[in-house]
């Protein structure tokens, strides 16, 4: 970025209240970017707020509140963001979360494919307006490693048992589905869009879920010391909305600056135009763009 394109950049960071995403935020800050940050809770949204603030006292920061769990609070979130500013620059698809039980939204959506898949994928659609008004507008998808397929005739866990981190590790995979499939439908229009593994680092994953929340308690006690800060994985989110070389380039899934070898069926061309049309009807939106 130019130092007045950089002055006059936007950004959107879901989950930006605590964690990677608070993280990503004050890093954007420093860079001078105005930050619009998607929290589930506004007390504890202006209270990350209020911390940045701290710390950089000139900070552009502004607190949206959705449940992205909610296809409807999806939908005014993105129409608030519109009416806040014509032109988004970065677009960073960073909320998420585990449930040790399986629920349903008030939609009728398994809660782990709602937060993790759906709303990522509602939301960049109802944004593409804004991103596609900016210059070199970049969409980073912040996705997880693991080897797995989702089961598209059973998205919503009502055929099968239901298993917290199968749950989970498939409604991310849904990120590099998403990310394939778009980064193919925009092509050299628009924004660019990647997905991006963090690395593994202290995470707030789950902990508003009780029983899942006593485990990561006891694991972050054991192990917490030894793994990278919030603020050292959003390096390599940064990286992937910032970075020169990255100009342009769209439709991967980066690790720490470089290509990771795709899942087999986010690496099937087809796989990831069915789970778009899937997404498309259980958005409620077209398939097209």
Not at 80 to 109: C, D, M, W
């Amino acid at each position: 970025m130019t130092q007045d394109h950089r002055s006059s950049a936007v950004a959107l960071v879901t989950g930006a209240n605590s964690g990677l995403g608070e993280a990503l935020t004050a890093a954007l800050a420093a860079r001078g970017v105005r930050v619009l940050m998607v929290v589930r809770d506004a007390v504890r949204g202006e209270a990350a707020r209020q911390r940045l603030l701290t710390a950089q006292p000139d900070a552009q920061l502004e607190v949206l509140v959705a449940d992205l769990c909610l296809q409807s609070a999806i939908r005014t979130l993105a129409a608030e963001v519109t009416e806040r500013t014509p032109k988004l620059h970065f677009l960073v698809n960073n909320a998420g979360s585990a449930f040790a039980q399986r629920q349903l939204t008030a939609e009728g959506i398994e809660a782990t494919l709602a937060i993790n898949h759906l709303a990522p994928y509602l939301l960049t659609r109802l944004l593409l307006e804004p991103l596609c008004r900016a210059e070199s507008a970049r969409i980073v998808n912040v996705g997880t490693k693991i080897n797995t397929a989702l089961a598209f005739d059973d998205l919503n866990w009502e055929r099968r048992p239901y298993r917290m981190m199968a749950a989970y590790g498939q409604a991310k995979l849904g990120h590099l589905h998403i990310t394939r499939e778009l980064a193919r439908r925009l092509g050299d229009r628009g924004p660019t869009v990647n997905c991006v593994f963090p690395g593994v680092f202290r995470s707030n994953l789950g902990r508003q879920d009780g029983a899942w929340n006593l485990l990561w308690h006891s694991i972050d006690r054991i192990l917490g010391w030894a793994l990278p800060s919030p603020a050292q994985a959003a390096q390599r989110v940064l990286y992937a909305l910032t970075a020169p070389e990255l100009e342009g380039q769209s439709g991967y899934y980066l690790g720490n600056r470089r290509p990771l070898p795709l899942p087999a069926q986010a690496a099937d061309p087809a796989a990831n135009a069915q789970l778009w049309e899937i997404s498309a009807t259980l958005t409620k939106l077209p398939v097209e763009i």
